[in-house]
């Protein structure tokens, strides 16, 4: 196994590591969606007798629901990732979702500064069958 090949599965390993840190962190708004349905069906009433306004349950429940499929997806994508890496596919989609996960700090930019360098390697595209940017011919 060449160093660029090790370098290949380690990043491969931290991207499912990165990615199940991910959906566990989607999964926080449960919490708020949950008070939001329990707005909503009216569990949540104050003793005061005052009405707590449905748009404030609609609210809480879409914002939650939204973080949450979103979250969920980044994560589907950052574990996809990790799997065309172990595969030496998808060397776009790979660069790709390896510069979005710098906007998730502080693992997620930690992972994506380091998948974007190994992946800029011209030995790394040679692996993934792309093609040379200096010359534009197929390696």
Do not use: K
Request: aromatic share 12%; charged share 10%.
């Amino acid at each position: 196994m060449t160093q660029d090949e090790h370098h290949l599965q380690v990043l491969a390993i931290f991207h499912f590591v990165v990615a199940g840190i991910t959906a566990l962190f989607s999964l926080f708004p449960v919490i708020h969606l949950t008070v939001g349905f329990a707005i909503l069906s009216g569990a949540l009433d104050p003793a005061n007798g005052d009405e707590i306004p449905t748009f404030f349950g609609w609210f809480m429940v879409l914002l939650a629901g939204t973080f949450i499929i979103l979250g969920l997806g980044f994560a589907s994508l950052i574990a996809l990732a990790g799997r065309a890496l172990q595969r030496r596919q998808s060397y776009t989609f790979c660069l790709v979702v390896g510069a979005l996960s710098c906007l998730m700090m502080p693992f997620g930019t930690v992972l994506g500064v380091f998948t974007i360098i190994v992946l800029m390697r011209e030995s790394v595209r040679e692996i993934f069958g792309q093609r040379s940017r200096y010359t534009g011919a197929a390696v």
